[in-house]
Nanobody, 127 residues
Framework: QVQLVESGGGSVQSGGSLRLSCALS????????MAWFLQAPGNERDFFSY???????GYADSVKGRFTISQDNTKNMMFLQMNSLKPEDTAVYYC?????????????????????WGQGTQVTVSS
């Protein structure tokens, strides 16, 4: 059974930085696409970044240039470095994963491709 556990959330002032981590367990030696979503209060969960097994990454315009996604496949870890944080980045951040063999082509870039989820970690940015 696949499990995802996020960590690294917290409170920071506008302009600050945070680094989120996501640990994946349960299926060793399986390649995964991984992604980050956020859910701001009163809003739906939004897909904003992904990392494919070939190293391809993608970002929503709202975070491009400020956030960086990375994976350490040897440790089944994914990270999100968030710089220049803004109050509007305040949200619960979720990591997600999907088996690469269940996807084709550029499916990692589709937010609805992911079926494994972490529990979320709160990020609060104050002005």
């Amino acid at each position: 059974q696949v499990q995802l556990v996020e960590s690294g959330g917290g409170s920071v002032q506008s302009g600050g930085s945070l680094r989120l981590s996501c640990a994946l367990s349960g299926l060793p030696n399986v390649a995964f696409c991984m992604a980050w979503f956020l859910q701001a209060p009163g809003n739906e969960r939004d897909f904003f970044s992904y990392s494919d097994t070939d190293g391809t990454t993608g970002y929503a315009d709202s975070v491009k240039g400020r956030f960086t996604i990375s994976q350490d496949n040897t440790k089944n870890m994914m990270f999100l470095q968030m710089n220049s944080l803004k109050p509007e980045d305040t949200a619960v951040y979720y990591c997600a994963a999907q088996r690469r063999t269940w996807l084709s082509g550029r499916d990692c870039a589709r937010g609805n491709a992911y079926t494994y989820w972490g529990q979320g970690t709160q990020v609060t940015v104050s002005s």
